[in-house]
């Protein structure tokens, strides 16, 4: 089993819509959560920490589930500009070591 | 805003060639990586540096070695490239623990051929 999975996509959405994202990792001693952003060809850029009390910015809202082992990330309002890959990442205490997942895949079409 | 710099955005390289890729970062961060990210396979781990001089093996360290003289600086070393190493390189940084949040250089796309 993988440590971090993410479903892959592509996720079609329409402009406007609402779109939600799911993270599952396997270690229970994972102790910071993050979700990143990559456009097609650069690099990942950090979109937001994911809290245990969730957190929020703007159109984007994060939850983690420590029970059930996952984060999770929602996009309200979607926009053209909003697709890209959406990176799940995992750190474990005691170790220097980021876990990423494989990205899921978003495309908002007009 | 942390800078993360990668030496070259596109190289081409020979079978058996020795290459470098130099990554700088510009905020005093403790901690350096680098990954290569492969499509369906996603980023992986190939050598991370917490300390001058300081390394340690990641997931893939085969056929790769790394350079830590200075803290801003951070290089990773293909000994003898060859095909299966063609793939995107990312460069990270981060403060010091693994709660900071992980910068990136724009990374470097190695062909060899």
């Known amino acids: 089993r993988k440590e971090v999975e993410q479903d892959p996509g592509p996720f079609n959405v329409p402009e406007g819509a609402t779109v939600a994202f799911n993270c599952t990792y396997s270690n229970s001693a994972s102790q910071s959560f993050f979700w990143y952003r990559q456009d097609c060809r650069k690099e990942p850029k950090l979109l937001m920490s994911v809290y245990s009390s969730g957190n929020e910015d703007g159109r984007f809202t994060a939850q983690l589930n420590r029970a059930s082992q996952y984060i999770s990330l929602l996009i309200r309002d979607s926009k053209l500009s909003d697709s890209a890959t959406y990176l799940c990442v995992v750190t474990t205490s005691g170790t220097y070591k980021y876990i990423f997942g494989t990205g899921t895949r978003l495309k908002v079409l007009a | 805003d942390v800078k993360v710099t990668q030496s070259s955005r596109y190289l081409v390289k020979r079978t058996g060639e020795k290459v470098f890729l130099e990554c700088v970062q510009d905020m005093d961060h403790e901690n350096m990586f680098w990954y290569r990210q492969d499509p369906g396979l996603g980023l992986r781990l190939i050598y991370f540096?917490?300390?001058?001089?300081?390394?340690e093996k990641g997931d893939i360290p085969e056929g790769y070695s790394v350079s830590r003289e200075k803290k801003e600086r951070f290089s990773l070393i293909l000994e003898s490239a060859s095909t299966n190493q063609t793939s995107m390189y990312l460069c990270?940084?981060?403060?010091?623990?693994?709660?900071?949040?992980?910068?990136f250089g724009p990374g470097t796309r190695l062909t060899v051929l």
């Open positions: 990270a940084s981060s403060l010091q623990t693994t709660g900071d949040t992980q910068y």
């Open positions: 540096s917490y300390d001058v001089k300081m390394k």
